[in-house]
Nanobody, 127 residues
Framework: QVQLEESGGGLVQPGGSLRLSCAAS????????MGWFRQAPGKEREFVAT????????HYADSVKGRFTISRDNAKNTVYLQMISLKPEDTAVYYC????????????????????WGQGTQVTVSS
């Protein structure tokens, strides 16, 4: 199993930027699809972004398209979520997750498909 640890969260003003990181350890990182999810207080966990193992398939929730960018560095066993033009409605705990895959093109937008989760990092967008 892959162990994950998120970092980079914090308090930012509307319109600001943050970059979240998710460091992985344990099983090989390069054979996993990656995902970012978030959960706001009183709401269900929701999909944010996903990237296939190959990096060839990337998908975003409509609410973050054009503002968030997922990327990965397999040499560093790390996945990133660059967030710009942040809005108060982006306030949530952000989680990264991994899914061991057979095919490099596989990606997943449903949280139930993922094998491992990080502990989360808080992002607060407020003036």
């Amino acid at each position: 199993q892959v162990q994950l640890e998120e970092s980079g969260g914090g308090l930012v003003q509307p319109g600001g930027s943050l970059r979240l990181s998710c460091a992985a350890s344990g099983r090989t990182f390069s054979r996993v699809a990656m995902g970012w999810f978030r959960q706001a207080p009183g709401k269900e966990r929701e999909f944010v972004a996903t990237m296939s193992y190959s990096g060839g398939n990337i998908h975003y929730a409509d609410s973050v398209k054009g503002r968030f960018t997922i990327s990965r560095d397999n040499a560093k066993n790390t996945v990133y979520l660059q967030m710009i033009s942040l809005k108060p409605e982006d306030t949530a705990v952000y989680y990264c997750a991994t899914k061991t895959t057979r095919f490099g093109s596989d990606y997943y937008t449903n949280g139930v498909d993922y094998d491992s989760w990080g502990q989360g990092t808080q992002v607060t967008v407020s003036s």
